[in-house]
T-cell receptor, first 112, second 113 residues
Framework: SQKIEQNSEALNIQEGKTATLTCNYT??????LQWYRQDPGRGPVFLLL???NEKEKRKERLKVTFDTTLKQSLFHITASQPADSATYLC???????????WGLGTSLAVNP | DAGITQSPRYKITETGRQVTLMCHQT?????MFWYRQDLGHGLRLIYY???????DKGEVPDGYVVSRSKTENFPLTLESATRSQTSVYFC????????????FGPGTRLTVT
């Protein structure tokens, strides 16, 4: 079955630097991959979706890459701010039925 | 208000009791999902629904029942609550378009004593 691995250790970076989070998967290549943000006590919020035929997607300070050969997605936040501190979840499609498989998430702390 | 809501936000119940968690969305999204989130397990799918009167099991359906008589509502019932069902429960919805992104409710924190 498909498995997803995200950095289990929290990532601490200085304000203004670029944060890079990793999502690795095994087995089949998903048709698309999504990134969500989750704040404590709240539900996940959708950020970006990238399809298997796309290498890179950008939205404001966010950038996602998708390497189907390495079976990896990288999520970048440039010019990071303390408000970017949250847990970031990676999710892959589980086939043709609209279900998602979720990673455990990586906690990001941006220090002022 | 527009969006996806869950009620109650917090619930404490005793082992063996029946509990129903409510989920309501105002977007007329076709798909709705119930997840539980536990430390070390991440989000796990309990049940999902592709449309009214169409539901299917997810990864961890045992001990749960769902129904979907109306597009906007997707209640989750724990028929006889157990301590292992102590968790945070999230409802989500998704439209039929090509976006595939899911929109989550605020969650219900359930404690079974």
């Amino acid at each position: 079955s498909q498995k997803i691995e995200q950095n289990s250790e929290a990532l601490n970076i200085q304000e203004g630097k670029t944060a890079t989070l990793t999502c690795n998967y095994t087995n089949y290549s998903p048709a698309y991959l999504q990134w969500y943000r989750q704040d404590p006590g709240r539900g996940p919020v959708f950020l970006l979706l990238i399809r298997e035929n796309e290498k890179e997607k950008r939205k404001e300070r966010l950038k996602v890459t998708f390497d189907t050969t390495l079976k990896q997605s990288l999520f970048h936040i440039t010019a990071s701010q303390p408000a970017d501190s949250a847990t970031y979840l990676c999710a892959l499609d589980a086939g043709n039925n609209r279900k998602l498989i979720w990673g455990l998430g990586t906690s990001l702390a941006v220090n002022p | 208000d527009a969006g996806i809501t869950q009620s109650p936000r917090y619930k404490i119940t005793e082992t063996g009791r029946q509990v129903t968690l409510m989920c309501h969305q105002t977007w007329s999204h076709s798909y709705m999902f119930w997840y539980r989130q536990d430390l070390g397990h991440g989000l796990r799918l309990i049940y999902y629904s592709a449309a009214a009167d169409i539901t299917d099991k997810g990864e961890v359906p045992d001990g749960y029942v769902v129904s979907r008589s109306k597009t906007e509502n997707f209640p989750l019932t724990l028929e006889s609550a157990t301590r292992s069902q102590t968790s945070v429960y999230f409802c989500a919805s998704m439209g039929l378009g090509g976006g595939y992104e899911q929109y989550f409710g605020p969650g219900t924190r359930l404690t079974v004593t």
